[in-house]
């Protein structure tokens, strides 16, 4: 099953406005991170944030972490055309070494 | 360095057929995963190995399904028989040391369409 679901599944926007997607999961968690997967192509690594941190920056893009609400936003500032993908958030569970579990994704699309 | 390689990137068969995906991770990646991704399912993760040894296989659907790692630079995945059911895009992706902090790379996939 699912252990991070995003919202909304699908997102559609102007250039330069922003775009804020949120994850929630289920249980306690060691990280957790962002990936990004252009159409047709691979998963590419954004950002990780460890459990004990509330917020990280990269560039564009801002994630935070509640962990006593069990979720996580990202937001990409001033989007690009180029921003369309889809998003996913993976999280690691305690006491499960390297195993990544994804969530559902959001679509964002950034049109001109 | 070329990033996660894998093969073929579209592979169209029948029910029944054996199919064998295959995989190089990045040079040096202690840490190899196989993925599924479908429509239905999102992204799963079928089976991940450390230093070419299997680790953690309880994603792997059924026995129709097996992967090895004869060394550090290669890994295959192997549908045998393939069933309609099996179509899907498959992932490798490789990772530095202990996976906790460490990022995942990904690579392109291979298209796997069985009639």
């Known amino acids: 099953s699912q252990q991070g679901e995003e919202d909304p599944q699908a997102l559609s926007i102007q250039e330069g406005e922003n775009a804020t997607m949120n994850c929630s999961y289920k249980t306690s968690i060691n990280n957790l991170q962002w990936y990004r997967q252009n159409s047709g192509r691979g998963l590419v690594h954004l950002i990780l944030i460890r459990s004990n941190e509330r917020e990280k920056h990269s560039g564009r893009l801002r994630v935070t972490l509640d962990t006593s609400k069990k979720s996580s936003s990202l937001l990409i500032t001033a989007s690009r055309a180029a921003d369309t993908a889809s998003y996913f958030c993976?999280?690691?569970?305690?006491?499960?070494?390297?195993?990544?579990?994804f969530g559902t994704g959001t679509r964002l699309q950034v049109t001109l | 360095d070329a990033g996660v390689i894998q093969s073929p990137r579209h592979e169209v068969t029948e029910m029944g057929q054996e199919v064998t995906l295959r995989c190089k991770p990045i040079?040096?990646?202690?840490?190899l995963f196989w993925y599924r991704q479908t429509m239905m399912r999102g992204l799963e993760l079928l089976i991940y190995f450390n230093n070419n040894v299997p680790i953690d296989d309880s994603g792997m659907p059924e026995d129709r399904f097996s992967a090895k790692m004869p060394n550090a630079s290669f890994s295959t995945l192997k549908i045998q028989p393939s069933e309609p059911r099996d179509s899907a895009v498959y992932f490798c992706?490789?990772?530095?040391?202990?996976?906790?902090?460490?990022?995942?790379?990904f690579g392109p996939g291979t298209r796997l369409t069985v009639l």
């Open positions: 992706a490789s990772s530095l040391h202990a996976g906790q902090y460490n990022e995942q790379f």
């Open positions: 040079s040096g990646h202690d840490y």
């Open positions: 993976a999280t690691i569970l305690p006491g499960t070494a390297s195993k990544l579990t």
